[in-house]
């Protein structure tokens, strides 16, 4: 597996939604095995030590991948609106509000560099990971205009990213992954021609 599409998408909650996308034609579903979800954890960098050592135990795991895969349907569902109607709708809104409303935070102070930052971390694994899915969401919402969140253009292609080019024209997730076997495929299209 091509750990690079874990974190393609630009923004933790979109490298979330991308956790299914199509390979040789056929949708694989990166939570739906244990060990390629703790894969995407650690990619994603979600993960503090103490909650690698919790999540040993598969039933934590597997509470944890439930949690994942219910809010990667909310994000579905946000990309979805962005994309199609350029705006949320009331009802995914207060969705977006409830999960983070039931949050269960704590502020920490963080000394990296000889600097200290008040941080915040989940009481829980699954409140850590969705705290950070969540705050990710909304830096994107707040930082980024909702018409840079794009789905690419490559009509095999199910991923999504945050358009972070200085043009704004971007239109692969991936010039590896899909830009260039776009146009590989338009130029043998010509040559045939």
Same mark, same amino acid.
Request: proline fraction near 1%.
């Given at each position: 597996?091509?750990?690079?599409?874990?974190?393609?998408?630009?923004?933790?909650?979109?490298?979330?939604?991308?956790?299914?996308?199509?390979?040789?034609?056929?949708?694989?579903?990166?939570?739906?095995?244990?060990?390629?979800?703790?894969?995407?954890?650690?990619?994603?960098?979600?993960?503090?030590?103490?909650?690698?050592?919790?999540?040993?135990?598969?039933?934590?795991?597997?509470?944890?991948?439930?949690?994942?895969?219910?809010?990667?349907?909310?994000?579905?569902?946000? &990309?979805?609106?962005?994309?199609?109607?350029?705006?949320?709708?009331?009802?995914?809104?207060?969705?977006?509000?409830? &999960? &983070?409303?039931?949050?269960?935070?704590?502020?920490?102070?963080?000394?990296?560099?000889?600097?200290?930052?008040?941080?915040?971390?989940?009481?829980?694994?699954?409140?850590? &990971?969705?705290?950070?899915?969540?705050?990710?969401?909304?830096?994107?919402?707040?930082?980024?205009?909702?018409?840079?969140?794009?789905?690419?253009?490559?009509?095999?292609?199910?991923?999504?990213?945050?358009?972070?080019?200085?043009?704004?024209?971007?239109?692969?997730?991936?010039?590896?992954?899909?830009?260039?076997?776009?146009?590989?495929?338009?130029?043998?299209?010509?040559?045939?021609?």
């Amino acid at each position: 597996m091509d750990k690079s599409i874990f974190t393609l998408g630009g923004a933790l909650w979109i490298n979330l939604v991308n956790t299914t996308y199509i390979s040789n034609k056929q949708t694989i579903d990166i939570l739906a095995n244990a060990s390629s979800a703790l894969q995407w954890l650690k990619e994603n960098n979600l993960l503090r030590e103490s909650d690698e050592l919790h999540l040993e135990q598969k039933e934590s795991l597997d509470s944890l991948i439930v949690e994942l895969q219910s809010i990667r349907t909310l994000c579905n569902i946000i &990309v979805s609106e962005i994309t199609q109607r350029g705006e949320l709708s009331l009802e995914t809104t207060n969705r977006i509000k409830k &999960v &983070v409303e039931n949050l269960q935070i704590n502020p920490t102070i963080n000394s990296k560099n000889d600097k200290l930052k008040m941080t915040f971390e989940g009481k829980t694994v699954e409140d850590h &990971v969705m705290y950070n899915i969540m705050d990710s969401m909304m830096n994107t919402f707040e930082n980024t205009s909702l018409e840079r969140i794009r789905k690419c253009n490559h009509e095999e292609c199910k991923l999504y990213f945050v358009d972070t080019s200085k043009a704004g024209k971007r239109r692969w997730c991936s010039m590896e992954l899909c830009g260039n076997r776009k146009k590989a495929a338009e130029f043998y299209s010509k040559q045939k021609k």
